[in-house]
T-cell receptor
Framework: GQSLEQPSEVTAVEGAIVQINCTYQTSGFYGLSWYQQHDGGAPTFLSYNALDGLEETGRFSSFLSRSDSYGYLLLQELQMKDSASYFCAVRPRTGANNLFFGTGTRLTVIP | SQTIHQWPATLVQPVGSPLSLECTVEGTSNPNLYWYRQAAGRGLQLLFYSVGIGQISSEVPQNLSASRPQDRQFILSSKKLLLSDSGFYLC?????????FGPGTRLTVL
């Protein structure tokens, strides 16, 4: 089975950098994804790590270390609009392109 | 570009009543389609997925069912709703490494 753990809440100051961690236990997966979800909205895809290392997309970066069963999402130059819930997800090697989601981290950006 | 539609946006239903939520996708053919449910303040739970017309796989046993009568249409149903069925229902389709979600239906069962 799969298990992905994230901190439930994180608070950071506007303009700062914040890291949201995701630790997992899984029997095997293709890659680690990150999704953003604003209150009342649907999740939106942010990034995907198929291989170990850092993937950068603008202010957002995502990291994966399979040997450590660990990944993180890094948000730089935080803006108020970044306040949202962030979910890590893995795509197991079984099932039709399914995604198994983490518990989610609620990020609050304060002035 | 691909778009995904869901309706209704919100729904309030009494316990024991039936349910039908519809999802349609535009701009792609033969998509893999998914139904997820999200309880308040929680993560997403996969309910059903479909790789083609008439092909449904259930991930969680419950009083819900799904059907795919057309290539780009995915329907979530229930004959009798339970209080525990309340939640945010999201339809999604997959494209390579990412999933793209519809706007969701917020269901409240009273």
């Amino acid at each position: 089975g799969q298990s992905l753990e994230q901190p439930s809440e994180v608070t950071a100051v506007e303009g700062a950098i914040v890291q949201i961690n995701c630790t997992y236990q899984t029997s095997g997966f293709y890659g680690l994804s990150w999704y953003q979800q604003h209150d009342g909205g649907a999740p939106t895809f942010l990034s995907y790590n198929a291989l170990d290392g850092l993937e950068e997309t603008g202010r957002f970066s995502s990291f994966l270390s399979r040997s450590d069963s660990y990944g993180y999402l890094l948000l730089q130059e935080l803006q108020m609009k970044d306040s949202a819930s962030y979910f890590c997800a893995v795509r197991p090697r079984t099932g039709a392109n399914n995604l198994f989601f983490g518990t989610g981290t609620r990020l609050t950006v304060i002035p | 570009s691909q778009t995904i539609h869901q309706w209704p946006a919100t729904l309030v239903q009494p316990v024991g009543s039936p349910l039908s939520l519809e999802c349609t996708v535009e701009g792609t053919s033969n998509p893999n389609l998914y139904w997820y449910r999200q309880a308040a303040g929680r993560g997403l739970q996969l309910l059903f997925y479909s790789v083609g017309i008439g092909q449904i796989s259930s991930e969680v046993p419950q009083n819900l069912s799904a059907s795919r009568p057309q290539d780009r249409q995915f329907i979530l149903s229930s004959k009798k709703l339970l209080l525990s069925d309340s939640g945010f229902y999201l339809c999604a389709w997959s494209a390579g490494t990412g999933k793209f979600f519809g706007p969701g239906t917020r269901l409240t069962v009273l």
